[in-house]
């Protein structure tokens, strides 16, 4: 009578421990990949719905939201556009969180605020974003330079009494909407989240490269684009053009 064998040897089940250990291996940086992928196709969905907050808001005001107020006497700043597009977003705060950037950087309420914060829309007792607060999407405030007279941006200053050429833009001013760059992911570092720009000191206001080396941008005319972040910081023409409402490069403000 032949025995017939019951469970493996030690062999065997090396050698099956290390066939599983390499498919994981194999499977691991795909499936963070995939996974770093579907985070950059809910950052371009939550563009996308801020892209029809944007329309919504244009149409009704016929003017961009503007960014921020300027620092006056007692008064802080605060950052304008993000609580002017929540309107339009049934009054959600999650679109305007990336979530390729860590939690931090979530806009939830925050108690505080009062009647000039409310004047820009932010809900009784919440209290404002400000120029120092954790946000992971970026506002084209001011072009490719700031300060420009007349203002190459969607609007920098809002009630700014010294500064009337630089708040918010008209509509009929964005020349090109559909190459006009209007928000994009930011660094998400505390300072000044809640801007992009391309030419500011190395990576002070630049967007961010957290999707693949790229970021996720909304154009004025609603549609978001993947676009690699050394083309948008770029200082060429077709690059630097989209940045400012008139469509020009403006060469003389390239910081090279």
Known sequence: MVRKRV????????????VIALLISILLPALS???????A?????????????????????????????????Q????????????KYTGGQRDVFWCPAAELEFRWTFVEG????????????????????????YGYNDWGVREFTDPHLGLGGHVDDPNCDWCGELREEKVKVPSDMIAIADSKADYNWDTA???ADSIDYEWPSKRHFGGTEVLFCDGHADWIEQRT?????????????????????????
């Open 7 to 18: 469970g493996f040897t030690l062999i065997e089940l090396l050698v099956v421990v290390a």
């Open 33 to 39: 990949q995939a996974k770093e992928r579907a985070k």
């Open 41 to 73: 196709t809910v950052c371009g969905s939550n563009l996308r719905q801020l892209g029809i907050a944007l329309t919504g808001y244009v149409t009704e005001n016929g003017y961009y939201p503007g960014h921020h107020t300027p620092q006056t006497g």
């Open 75 to 86: 008064w802080k700043i605060i950052i304008v556009w993000p609580p002017r597009l929540r």
């Open 113 to 136: 605020g009062g009647p000039r914060s409310r004047r820009y829309g932010y809900d009784p007792g919440e209290a404002p974003v400000r120029n120092t607060s954790g946000f992971s």
């Open 196 to 198: 992009i720009d391309p």
């Open 232 to 256: 948008l910081i770029e200082p060429i023409e077709w690059s630097r053009r989209r940045w400012n409402n008139d469509h020009l490069p403006h060469e003389e403000y390239w910081q090279r």
